[in-house]
């Protein structure tokens, strides 16, 4: 069993950053991969980002490649998702996830376990 929790949401201006985390209760945590997805009102939750189990490889959506870093600190069952010029379109609640096998990364149905949601708004 793990339980996620995320923070670090908020309120910014386009091109401004934000770092989200996701600590992670458990003593597993460093077994899962761990991923990001978003989910804009009206919109199918989305992949974002993922990281695998040892931090070594590291995957991303089109949209956010070159914008955003998933990073993961396991001995603190730590996932973080540093965002950079951040555009409106950005805009959503952000969700962490853990997923047990390798692949499949951006499938949500891969993942076991999410978190609750942190806001993520971006004004234009």
């Known amino acids: 069993q793990v339980q996620l929790v995320e923070s670090g949401g908020g309120l910014v201006q386009a091109g401004g950053s934000l770092r989200l985390s996701c600590a992670a209760s458990?003593?597993?945590?460093?077994?899962?991969?761990m991923g990001w997805f978003r989910q804009a009102p009206g919109k199918e939750r989305e992949f974002v980002a993922a990281?695998?189990?040892?931090?070594?490889?590291?995957y991303y959506a089109d949209s956010v490649k070159g914008r955003f870093t998933i990073s993961r600190d396991n001995a603190k069952n730590t996932v973080y998702l540093q965002m950079n010029s951040l555009k409106p379109e950005d805009t959503a609640v952000y969700y962490c996830?853990?997923?047990?096998?390798?692949?499949?990364?951006?499938?949500?149905?891969?993942?076991?376990?999410w978190g609750q949601g942190t806001q993520v708004t971006v004004s234009s």
């Open positions: 996830a853990a997923h047990p096998r390798s692949g499949a990364y951006s499938n949500t149905h891969a993942y076991d376990y």
């Open positions: 458990g003593r597993t945590f460093s077994s899962y991969a």
């Open positions: 990281v695998s189990w040892s931090g070594s490889n590291t």
